[in-house]
T-cell receptor
Framework: DGGITQSPKYLFRKEGQNVTLSCEQNLNHDAMYWYRQDPGQGLRLIYYSQIVNDFQKGDIAEGYSVSREKKESFPLTVTSAQKNPTAFYLC????????????????FGNGTRLTVT | AQSVTQLDSHVSVSEGTPVLLRCNYS??????LFWYVQHPNKGLQLLLK??????LVKGINGFEAEFKKSETSFHLTKPSAHMSDAAEYFCVVSEWEGRRALTFGSGTRLQVQP
């Protein structure tokens, strides 16, 4: 079955350490996204990529970095510069890169819950 | 600028009774509107979408939503709740702001009592 795989499901890190969250898709989608979800809030866009070797900052990119070396993969690094990294992180993809989920639906992975102490 | 307000953070219904989850939006132009559902510790799944066609939109699992431009609302309904409907529901608005931007509501947690 096609889908998006995020790993690991739970991740624990000490403050000051960088950590990388994995996102792999086999849907052959061009566009991929990273969202952050906090309790009682909607999703907020961190970064998005419309094509391989290109990515753009979303609304809350500070303290995060990404790469898009392969169509299937869009890893997110949470750096020590991120002030409040504990959150639920969701990766998504969509078939049409130009509309960024505005018409074609987003397909989501099951998320990674990051806890930093 | 666009925004979306989900009017209830929690809704509780009994199994077999109707569901109403309320969403109001603001948008400068003609928006696209969506409802997504999220089960615990899972990603979001699209329930339905409105993109300027019919104002009454039918989605999966018996859900539907009506786009009312005069009221700037896009409420989600289901005639009869099932236990498996217990989840969090997000209303999402999309419009062009230099790039296509999605704005998520803060979510409504639906509880279904037996």
């Amino acid at each position: 079955d096609g889908g998006i795989t995020q790993s690991p499901k739970y991740l624990f890190r000490k403050e000051g350490q960088n950590v990388t969250l994995s996102c792999e898709q086999n849907l052959n989608h061009d566009a991929m996204y990273w969202y952050r979800q906090d309790p009682g809030q909607g999703l907020r866009l961190i970064y998005y990529s419309q094509i391989v070797n290109d990515f753009q900052k979303g609304d809350i990119a500070e303290g995060y970095s990404v790469s898009r070396e392969k169509k299937e993969s869009f890893p997110l690094t949470v750096t020590s510069a991120q002030k409040n990294p504990t959150a639920f992180y969701l990766c998504a993809s969509s078939i049409t890169p130009s509309d960024l989920g505005g018409n074609s639906p987003l397909h989501f992975g099951n998320g990674t819950r990051l806890t930093v102490t | 600028a666009q925004s979306v307000t989900q009017l209830d953070s929690h809704v509780s219904v009994s199994e077999g009774t109707p569901v109403l989850l309320r969403c109001n939006y603001s948008s400068s132009y003609s928006p696209s509107l969506f409802w997504y559902v999220q089960h615990p510790n899972k990603g979001l799944q699209l329930l339905l979408k409105y993109t300027s066609a019919a104002t009454l939109v039918k989605g999966i699992n018996g859900f539907e939503a009506e786009f009312k431009k005069s009221e700037t609302s896009f409420h989600l309904t289901k005639p009869s709740a099932h236990m498996s409907d217990a989840a969090e529901y997000f209303c999402v608005v999309s419009e062009w702001e230099g790039r296509r931007a999605l704005t998520f509501g803060s979510g409504t947690r639906l509880q279904v009592q037996p």
